[in-house]
Protein backbone atom coordinates (compact mmCIF):
# COMPACT_ATOMS: atom_id res chain seq x y z
CA UNK A 1 0.00 0.00 0.00
CA UNK A 2 1.15 3.56 -0.83
CA UNK A 3 0.11 6.04 1.87
CA UNK A 4 2.43 7.86 2.31
CA UNK A 5 4.58 9.77 -0.65
CA UNK A 6 7.82 11.87 -1.16
CA UNK A 7 8.83 14.14 -3.65
CA UNK A 8 11.94 15.71 -4.74
CA UNK A 9 11.39 19.28 -6.14
CA UNK A 10 9.58 22.23 -5.28
CA UNK A 11 9.31 23.85 -8.71
CA UNK A 12 6.44 23.59 -10.85
CA UNK A 13 5.34 19.70 -11.20
CA UNK A 14 6.58 18.84 -7.64
CA UNK A 15 4.47 21.35 -6.23
CA UNK A 16 1.66 20.47 -7.99
CA UNK A 17 2.19 16.62 -7.38
CA UNK A 18 2.35 17.56 -3.45
CA UNK A 19 -0.99 19.17 -4.20
CA UNK A 20 -3.16 16.44 -5.34
CA UNK A 21 -1.49 13.75 -3.19
CA UNK A 22 -2.22 15.98 -0.25
CA UNK A 23 -5.94 16.84 -1.45
CA UNK A 24 -6.36 13.25 -1.44
CA UNK A 25 -5.33 12.32 1.93
CA UNK A 26 -1.47 11.50 1.08
CA UNK A 27 1.11 12.82 3.73
CA UNK A 28 3.84 14.18 1.41
CA UNK A 29 6.84 14.96 2.17
CA UNK A 30 8.36 17.73 -0.53
CA UNK A 31 11.87 18.61 -0.76
CA UNK A 32 13.86 21.34 -2.58
CA UNK A 33 18.12 21.98 -2.49
CA UNK A 34 16.62 25.84 -0.08
CA UNK A 35 14.21 27.00 1.98
CA UNK A 36 13.22 29.70 -0.35
CA UNK A 37 12.23 27.05 -3.34
CA UNK A 38 10.24 25.55 -0.24
CA UNK A 39 8.42 28.54 0.31
CA UNK A 40 7.41 29.37 -3.23
CA UNK A 41 6.22 25.92 -3.76
CA UNK A 42 4.06 26.14 -0.90
CA UNK A 43 3.09 29.25 -2.03
CA UNK A 44 1.56 28.33 -5.05
CA UNK A 45 -0.11 24.69 -3.60
CA UNK A 46 -1.89 27.46 -0.99
CA UNK A 47 -3.22 29.66 -3.48
CA UNK A 48 -4.24 26.77 -5.96
CA UNK A 49 -6.43 25.61 -3.31
CA UNK A 50 -7.65 29.10 -2.48
CA UNK A 51 -9.06 29.17 -6.02
CA UNK A 52 -10.40 25.47 -6.15
CA UNK A 53 -12.51 26.92 -2.69
CA UNK A 54 -13.59 30.51 -4.47
CA UNK A 55 -14.70 28.15 -6.90
CA UNK A 56 -16.65 26.23 -4.02
CA UNK A 57 -14.96 22.93 -5.47
CA UNK A 58 -13.20 22.61 -2.09
CA UNK A 59 -14.19 23.84 1.85
CA UNK A 60 -12.30 25.88 3.31
CA UNK A 61 -11.36 23.40 6.06
CA UNK A 62 -10.33 20.95 3.24
CA UNK A 63 -8.20 23.19 2.14
CA UNK A 64 -6.49 23.66 5.61
CA UNK A 65 -6.37 19.92 5.79
CA UNK A 66 -4.38 19.61 2.58
CA UNK A 67 -1.90 22.17 3.25
CA UNK A 68 -0.99 20.46 6.53
CA UNK A 69 -0.18 17.22 4.86
CA UNK A 70 2.43 18.23 3.01
CA UNK A 71 5.85 18.73 5.20
CA UNK A 72 8.26 20.54 3.54
CA UNK A 73 12.24 20.06 4.46
CA UNK A 74 15.88 19.96 2.48
CA UNK A 75 16.47 17.36 4.24
CA UNK A 76 16.19 14.02 2.05
CA UNK A 77 16.49 11.77 5.18
CA UNK A 78 13.07 12.31 6.05
CA UNK A 79 11.75 10.39 3.19
CA UNK A 80 12.27 7.10 5.13
CA UNK A 81 8.90 6.77 5.90
CA UNK A 82 8.03 6.75 2.73
CA UNK A 83 6.77 4.23 0.22
CA UNK A 84 6.64 5.89 -2.78
CA UNK A 85 9.48 8.76 -3.87
CA UNK A 86 8.86 10.72 -7.03
CA UNK A 87 11.59 12.66 -8.50
CA UNK A 88 9.88 15.78 -10.04
CA UNK A 89 13.52 17.94 -10.85
CA UNK A 90 14.10 19.72 -13.75
CA UNK A 91 14.83 17.59 -17.13
CA UNK A 92 18.35 16.49 -16.95
CA UNK A 93 19.70 13.09 -17.33
CA UNK A 94 23.03 13.61 -14.84
CA UNK A 95 21.03 15.63 -12.64
CA UNK A 96 18.24 13.12 -12.21
CA UNK A 97 20.54 9.94 -12.22
CA UNK A 98 22.75 11.74 -9.06
CA UNK A 99 19.35 11.89 -7.33
CA UNK A 100 18.36 8.97 -7.80
CA UNK A 101 21.34 7.72 -6.33
CA UNK A 102 21.57 9.76 -3.95
CA UNK A 103 17.51 8.85 -2.78
CA UNK A 104 18.44 5.02 -2.84
CA UNK A 105 20.43 5.61 0.62
CA UNK A 106 17.80 7.63 1.93
CA UNK A 107 14.65 5.22 1.67
CA UNK A 108 13.40 1.95 2.66
CA UNK A 109 14.32 -0.79 0.60
CA UNK A 110 10.64 -1.84 -0.23
CA UNK A 111 9.97 1.97 -1.01
CA UNK A 112 8.99 2.59 -4.26
CA UNK A 113 10.66 5.01 -7.07
CA UNK A 114 9.54 6.76 -9.62
CA UNK A 115 10.94 10.21 -12.07
CA UNK A 116 8.39 12.58 -13.55
CA UNK A 117 10.05 13.10 -17.02
CA UNK A 118 8.75 13.74 -20.14
CA UNK A 119 11.53 11.94 -22.58
CA UNK A 120 14.49 10.37 -20.63
CA UNK A 121 14.84 6.28 -20.35
CA UNK A 122 13.58 4.45 -17.28
CA UNK A 123 15.28 1.62 -18.25
CA UNK A 124 18.65 3.49 -18.04
CA UNK A 125 17.33 5.82 -14.57
CA UNK A 126 16.49 2.59 -12.99
CA UNK A 127 19.78 1.13 -13.60
CA UNK A 128 20.98 3.80 -12.06
CA UNK A 129 19.04 2.85 -9.17
CA UNK A 130 19.12 -0.33 -6.39
CA UNK A 131 16.08 -1.25 -7.19
CA UNK A 132 15.29 -1.34 -10.60
CA UNK A 133 11.97 -3.61 -10.15
CA UNK A 134 10.25 -1.12 -7.95
CA UNK A 135 11.35 1.89 -10.49
CA UNK A 136 8.76 3.54 -12.88
CA UNK A 137 7.76 6.58 -14.90
CA UNK A 138 5.01 8.68 -13.95
CA UNK A 139 4.76 11.18 -16.14
CA UNK A 140 2.12 13.89 -14.76
CA UNK A 141 0.62 17.00 -17.25
CA UNK A 142 0.88 20.32 -16.21
CA UNK A 143 -0.84 22.45 -14.78
CA UNK A 144 -0.81 19.03 -12.58
CA UNK A 145 -4.37 19.55 -10.45
CA UNK A 146 -5.65 20.13 -13.72
CA UNK A 147 -4.86 17.74 -16.23
CA UNK A 148 -6.74 14.14 -15.75
CA UNK A 149 -4.06 12.29 -17.40
CA UNK A 150 -1.13 10.20 -15.35
CA UNK A 151 0.97 8.14 -18.20
CA UNK A 152 2.90 5.31 -16.63
CA UNK A 153 6.00 4.19 -17.96
CA UNK A 154 7.77 0.74 -17.56
CA UNK A 155 11.25 0.13 -18.05
CA UNK A 156 12.04 -2.99 -19.23
CA UNK A 157 13.34 -4.21 -15.62
CA UNK A 158 9.33 -2.66 -13.70
CA UNK A 159 7.98 -5.14 -11.91
CA UNK A 160 4.05 -6.70 -12.43
CA UNK A 161 3.68 -5.43 -8.74
CA UNK A 162 5.42 -2.04 -9.04
CA UNK A 163 2.95 -1.11 -12.30
CA UNK A 164 0.26 -2.45 -10.33
CA UNK A 165 0.73 -0.36 -7.51
CA UNK A 166 1.33 2.80 -9.70
CA UNK A 167 -2.21 2.42 -11.02
CA UNK A 168 -3.41 2.53 -7.89
CA UNK A 169 -1.59 5.37 -6.63
CA UNK A 170 -2.79 7.52 -9.99
CA UNK A 171 -6.87 6.30 -9.14
CA UNK A 172 -5.81 7.49 -5.58
CA UNK A 173 -5.14 10.91 -6.84
CA UNK A 174 -7.61 11.33 -9.08
CA UNK A 175 -5.66 10.45 -12.08
CA UNK A 176 -6.54 8.28 -14.89
CA UNK A 177 -3.43 6.11 -16.20
CA UNK A 178 -2.46 4.87 -19.53
CA UNK A 179 0.53 2.74 -20.03
CA UNK A 180 3.16 2.96 -22.11
CA UNK A 181 6.40 1.75 -22.89
CA UNK A 182 9.96 2.79 -22.99
CA UNK A 183 10.58 4.60 -26.09
CA UNK A 184 11.95 8.42 -26.50
CA UNK A 185 8.99 10.37 -25.56
CA UNK A 186 6.95 7.80 -24.39
CA UNK A 187 3.18 7.78 -25.69
CA UNK A 188 1.85 11.13 -25.28
CA UNK A 189 5.07 13.57 -25.91
CA UNK A 190 5.70 11.10 -29.13
CA UNK A 191 2.75 12.82 -30.64
CA UNK A 192 2.60 16.19 -29.23
CA UNK A 193 5.87 17.30 -29.17
CA UNK A 194 6.76 16.69 -33.10
CA UNK A 195 3.17 18.64 -33.74
CA UNK A 196 4.84 21.66 -31.68
CA UNK A 197 7.95 21.27 -33.73
CA UNK A 198 6.19 21.53 -37.06
CA UNK A 199 3.75 24.90 -36.18
CA UNK A 200 7.57 25.91 -35.06
CA UNK A 201 8.77 25.16 -38.52
CA UNK A 202 5.32 26.00 -40.04
CA UNK A 203 6.04 29.92 -38.43
CA UNK A 204 9.54 29.97 -39.29
CA UNK A 205 8.67 29.47 -42.96
CA UNK A 206 5.96 32.18 -43.15
CA UNK A 207 2.99 29.87 -43.43
CA UNK A 208 1.26 31.83 -41.50
CA UNK A 209 1.74 33.99 -38.00
CA UNK A 210 1.70 32.57 -34.73
CA UNK A 211 -2.04 33.50 -33.90
CA UNK A 212 -3.52 32.04 -37.21
CA UNK A 213 -1.49 29.00 -36.78
CA UNK A 214 -2.42 28.61 -33.25
CA UNK A 215 -6.12 29.74 -34.08
CA UNK A 216 -6.01 27.43 -37.24
CA UNK A 217 -5.77 24.11 -34.48
CA UNK A 218 -8.08 25.42 -31.81
CA UNK A 219 -10.33 25.95 -34.62
CA UNK A 220 -10.11 23.57 -36.42
CA UNK A 221 -8.83 20.69 -34.46
CA UNK A 222 -10.63 21.41 -31.45
CA UNK A 223 -7.58 21.58 -29.43
CA UNK A 224 -7.91 23.84 -26.48
CA UNK A 225 -4.80 25.61 -26.77
CA UNK A 226 -2.90 26.47 -29.66
CA UNK A 227 0.72 24.67 -30.33
CA UNK A 228 2.84 27.70 -30.32
CA UNK A 229 1.44 28.98 -27.29
CA UNK A 230 1.60 25.46 -26.05
CA UNK A 231 5.01 25.26 -26.24
CA UNK A 232 5.38 28.93 -24.57
CA UNK A 233 3.57 27.22 -21.03
CA UNK A 234 6.02 24.21 -21.62
CA UNK A 235 9.32 25.97 -22.19
CA UNK A 236 11.14 26.31 -25.22
CA UNK A 237 13.98 25.05 -23.79
CA UNK A 238 12.63 21.97 -22.46
CA UNK A 239 10.73 21.27 -25.99
CA UNK A 240 14.50 21.99 -27.12
CA UNK A 241 15.24 19.00 -25.11
CA UNK A 242 12.87 16.84 -26.21
CA UNK A 243 13.46 17.02 -29.82
CA UNK A 244 17.17 16.23 -29.12
CA UNK A 245 16.00 13.03 -27.29
CA UNK A 246 13.70 12.13 -29.71
CA UNK A 247 16.76 12.98 -32.94
CA UNK A 248 19.43 11.32 -30.97
CA UNK A 249 16.86 8.26 -29.77
CA UNK A 250 15.23 7.48 -32.96
CA UNK A 251 18.45 8.96 -35.33
CA UNK A 252 15.93 9.92 -37.99
CA UNK A 253 15.91 13.20 -39.79
CA UNK A 254 11.94 13.91 -39.16
CA UNK A 255 12.21 14.79 -35.64
CA UNK A 256 15.36 17.76 -36.16
CA UNK A 257 14.21 20.93 -33.74
CA UNK A 258 13.20 23.89 -36.23
CA UNK A 259 15.83 26.33 -36.06
CA UNK A 260 14.20 28.74 -34.94
CA UNK A 261 13.09 27.45 -31.36
CA UNK A 262 17.18 26.51 -31.53
CA UNK A 263 17.66 30.26 -31.81
CA UNK A 264 14.60 31.34 -29.38
CA UNK A 265 16.33 29.53 -26.59
CA UNK A 266 19.81 30.66 -27.36
CA UNK A 267 18.20 34.30 -26.77
CA UNK A 268 16.90 33.34 -23.94
CA UNK A 269 13.12 33.45 -25.22
CA UNK A 270 12.19 30.47 -23.26
CA UNK A 271 8.40 31.61 -23.05
CA UNK A 272 6.19 32.15 -20.33
CA UNK A 273 8.64 31.70 -17.75
CA UNK A 274 10.97 34.57 -19.25
CA UNK A 275 8.30 36.72 -20.33
CA UNK A 276 8.86 36.51 -24.05
CA UNK A 277 8.13 33.18 -26.47
CA UNK A 278 6.41 33.48 -29.16
CA UNK A 279 4.01 35.49 -27.54
CA UNK A 280 5.29 38.24 -24.73
CA UNK A 281 3.67 37.60 -21.62
CA UNK A 282 4.43 41.21 -19.88
CA UNK A 283 7.21 40.46 -17.40
Given at each position: ????I ?27 I ?12 S ?27 T ?13 A ?6 L ?5 K ?6 R????LA?N?S?I??T???A ?8 I ?7 V ?5 L???R ?13 A ?42 E?L ?10 P ?18 M ?5 G?N????R ?27
Amino acid sequence: MIEQIGIVGAGTMGNGIAQVCAAAGLPVVMTDISDAALTRGMSVVSNSLERLVNKQKMTDADRQAALARITTTTDNTKFSTCDLVIEAATENEELKVKILKDLCTKIRPQALLATNTSSISITKLAAATDRPDRFIGMHFFNPVPLMALLELIRGLQTSDDTHAKAEAFAKKVGKVAITAKNSPGFAVNRILCPMINEAIFALQEGIATAEDLDAGMKLGCNHPIGPLALADMIGLDTMLSVMEVFYEGFNDPKYRPAPLLKEMVAAGHLGRKTGQGFYSYGK
